[in-house]
């Protein structure tokens, strides 16, 4: 049975594959960790949070304005 078998050798083409292969996953991989790092979603968070804290400053200064008005108008 063991004479039947064929005698494996190295198969250069097949390595040739399988070495762009994988060089075509390490780089797609390189992009994605890249694009990842661009882009810091701390970021946003602090975009959010600055967008509140604006939005509360500009009630309190508009609350301010509407008493003062109201305070120069008179009873």
């Known amino acids: 049975m063991i004479e039947n078998l064929p ?3 190295p198969d250069a083409d097949h390595g040739a594959r399988t070495v ?5 996953r390490l780089a797609a ?3 994605k960790v890249e694009s990842r ?3 810091p979603r701390q970021r946003t ?3 959010v949070e600055h967008l509140v804290l604006a939005s ?3 009630a ?3 609350a301010m ?3 003062v008005l109201s305070i120069a108008t008179g009873p």
């Open 7 to 9: 005698v494996l050798a």
């Open 20 to 24: 762009s292969r994988c060089h075509e």
């Open 29 to 31: 991989r390189r992009r």
């Open 37 to 39: 790092t661009r882009r």
């Open 45 to 47: 968070a602090a975009t």
């Open 56 to 58: 509360i400053c500009a």
């Open 60 to 62: 309190y200064l508009v």
């Open 65 to 67: 304005a509407v008493n």
